[in-house]
């Protein structure tokens, strides 16, 4: 059978994963596909760099967008990255040209899915992501085909390598966050320019991928609530592990079918407390893992290698190899016309418990003071952990409340912030049951 | 678009657990289906029994195999159990008429997959068992879709929840086998004969079906080495807790790439000691887990519900959902003319390390009869325990090799109980990495 023939857009070392894989496992590929998959023309930054991999016979273009004009080539893979520029413009290209398109991009979908899976229905072309979210897991496709039967209530996960490796380092050795990211970065697990991950965008781009799947509704990147580790210290860690909890970033997706005015998607990315005993809690290091949770399936946890060039060139080349067969899925799991139109809530309806770390002068009637701002917001107490004693001096005081509306918990935050016996702001740590 | 119709045998929960996933979530499954699903033509045994469910205008067969010939249904789902008899004749039917079969039958698949799917081939039509494997888990989709780029090195699995149940609370509450038994069938944990479980056979026959996905090759359900964990005993969870792991049954295949005459395919189930720390060691109760290890996307793990009527309809209905969508991949996820044919390998060419329990006389010189013999085979030891001293009395004995093989093992099983001092049959446990 005619080999399906590939353009490539991106050299890096997803790119030069992606060739070595479809090369090393040719004939795996060609049994599972049906058909040789083979990349016959590529698109890249620097046509002299060494990549530890031979580019012979491949038709080398300068413009990525080129790529999809290419006649030869049946479908493109974009691995450039980044939510505009020759990214975009290349899938955008090759979707109005009819042709089949495989992207590891989340920036990109999160950002444009909405459109871009819009004019994939209108041209009827597949548009595969699978390398979006989580790496080698295949979590679009367990989603969106594995537990397609199922009303999903909840998807969470452990969705950005760099940050879980730090939150895991800084559990075990109970060192600070700026030391821990800076060996990071000298490992080469953080990038030179770690905002994108440790401030949870990274994370919240596969979160709004996978809420769209989950719920069947248009990626909305814009409502997910966005919150970084920069603020996690060892000393909330260590309080954590006394209360019994471990603190990892999460991405957290949940439908809520409240009364009117309260049904909808909630979506957020934020460091948590979860239970030491959950399985999340267990998945250290530069591990990913999705939890979802449906009507009829239960709960169910897939984890594996949430980034590297192997791990993302085996979810790109499953895409291509569903291409191969034909296999395809609208992008949100359901044709356009299909989709639901539940609104996202906001932050300041989450209704959650909560940790509060303040840093207080240790002289009486301090907590008086600061639960009478509770007490005021209706906000009941689970329980209050002082440590050490020193009269005058600032101390650490731990709350933990029963649920309530982050709203009320924000309006607390300014009042105890504006106490006079408060020394900083306080640090706010939701509690997930994970 | 026209609703895909379907003809569904047998009724039992999970039956019973499809009609109701078709009915209650019939919006999402027609938004991800791109059509309707519906059952319109039944069979079961017992047509005035009770399921809580209607079955007014649904058409009525008394014989299973009569559905294969139901002109207005475009899918059979078989749900009747069992490696024979009806559940067979259906399946081979339905495929020689053209219709396409989600099953959960993982006996008939295991004993006669490799002729079901070759006539499915024959007549091209899908042949679905997601919910044959691991309940409500999408391993099948996983391992043949998400996976399908990697060279798989290895597949293990906790894949009977009754056998999984029986372990943890035996760990959990320090008691034996046959006390725990007696419980989980009064609590419906268990069959009233619970040999298929206990004995490794259900395990067994998941296996042989992962395996043929993982290593695209035939089924060969009589190659899989299956014991169960009737043995198990209150003292070797106690001892294996003592020396860092804990006792699951697993199923593992293994691909070895060894040496002329030893490269080939292991398949076995049995219980083992696995790293307390590992993720397998962790899934507890009635929950299944597959690991999964490839070349490019490296380990992998899904944890789930592996039995019920909730999480087996979840796989049945997305299996229904594929069909409705013309997605579909061969049985073992190539053709079989692209099938592997890599032997199957004896246990007795196991290589691994060994937990070995004897009940010996305490006297001087019998850890020197008893290690003698080990000598004598080239098994070295990594450790010994002793614990508890009566001088003359039965004491048990410890002993943990090195690496050796399956077959010096078995002898020096045989020598060690014909030594006068040694006062029973050994209790062997392999280790695995897990």
Redesign the interface.
Known sequence: MRPLSVALAGLGTVGA?VLR??R??AD???????RPIVVTAVSARDRGRDRGISLAGLRWYEAPVALAADAETDAVVELIGGAEGPARALVEAAIAAGKPVVTANKALLAVHGAALAAAAEAQGVPLGF?AAVAG???VI??L????????LSRVAGILNGTCNYILSVMAERGREFAEVLGEAQRLGYAEADPAFDIDGIDAAHKLAILAAIAF?RPVAFGDVHVEGIRHISALDIAFARELGYRIKLLGIARRVDGGAGRAGISARVHPCMVPAGS?LA?VDGVYNAVVAE????????????GA?A??T???V??D???LA??????VW???SA??SDLPSLPMSAHLGTYYLRLMVVDRAGVIADVTAVLRDLDISLESMLQRGRSPGEAVPVVLVTHETREAAIRTAIERITALDVVLETPVLIRIEPA
């Open positions: 994963g894989l479809l090393e496992n795996i590929v060609a049994a599972r596909a049906g699978e080698g897991i295949p496709k367990a969106r085909e594995g537990l397609a039967g199922n009303r069947g399985p267990r449906g009507d009829f399936v239960g709960r169910l946890m897939l984890e594996g290698r590297g192997g791990p060139a085996s979810a080349v499953a291509l190899i569903d067969r034909n296999r395809s899925a609208p799991g359901a044709a299909a989709l």
